[in-house]
């Protein structure tokens, strides 16, 4: 079903543009490079929309067949770059609305010379249903969303109903969708969300840690989690599995 032209511009999002100024630097790495990883989409009317009709093809942008992994608000690339890193051989999808986070990320990629990752600028419902096909993601990563923890602004957040079912589409049978936030009612929001979702299954739904996951070995400890240690947050992880 297509979607009606004017319908991102109506429908309350999960982000908020911050500023994409970048430094003299990042700016010239991003003038210089943004071509070879970043994926052009078609928009809509909203500079962060993706128009229906044109899903990715993976192949011929990776260049080859294999695993997807795409992070839903990769930041400044942390988990994508060490995953990249870690396996070569899969494919890496970061998908972020942040500008100076992408440019960080092409940066990275470039002192690294990896091969394996591409970058999306748009806001990733929609990159999830416009963009990726039906079964094309082996994982799908969201790392400390926004918990939007005021009461008035949880219908912002991103994990809810429709999201769970969407992701579970864009996932192989098997395919893991892993989340991990620092805000305890956010992350029994989504265990509770996720847990409906007819399609996926939590394989720790019956352990004594009240459905969490273990700490994913791929996540990489980041200067935000690191914080929110220091601040005395918990952690919590989900793993949920395409049934």
């Known amino acids: 079903m297509r979607s009606h032209p004017d319908r991102f511009q109506r429908e309350t999002v999960s982000f908020v543009r911050r500023d994409d100024r970048l430094g003299p630097q990042l700016q010239r790495t991003w003038d210089a490079h943004r071509q070879n990883w970043l994926l052009e989409v078609p928009r809509l009317r909203g500079s962060m929309s993706v128009a229906p009709g044109d899903l990715l093809d993976v192949e011929r942008e990776f260049g080859r067949v294999a695993p ?15 995953g990249a890193v870690a396996r070569p051989g899969t494919n890496f999808l970061a998908v972020e609305v942040y500008r100076p986070g992408l440019a960080a990320t092409v940066a990275r990629i470039v002192d690294l010379q990896l091969t394996n990752v591409r970058l999306v600028h748009a806001d990733a419902v929609q990159v999830l249903e416009h963009l990726l096909g039906s079964g094309s993601a082996a994982e799908i990563w969201v790392f400390f969303a926004d918990p939007w923890h005021k009461n008035r602004h949880h219908k912002r957040r991103l994990v809810n109903p429709g999201f769970a079912e969407l992701a579970s589409s864009r996932l192989a049978s098997g395919g893991r969708l892993r989340l991990a936030t620092d805000w305890a009612d956010y992350a029994r929001q989504m265990r509770d969300v996720l847990s409906a979702c007819g399609s996926l299954t939590n394989p720790y739904g019956g352990a004594a840690d009240e459905g969490f996951a273990p700490r994913f070995e791929g996540r990489v400890m980041t200067r935000f989690e690191q914080k929110a240690l220091t601040l005395g947050r918990l952690i919590y992880d989900l793993e949920l599995r395409r049934v």
Do not use: F, K, R
């Open 68 to 82: 997807l992994v795409v992070e839903i608000g990769s930041g400044t690339g942390d988990a994508i770059i060490a």
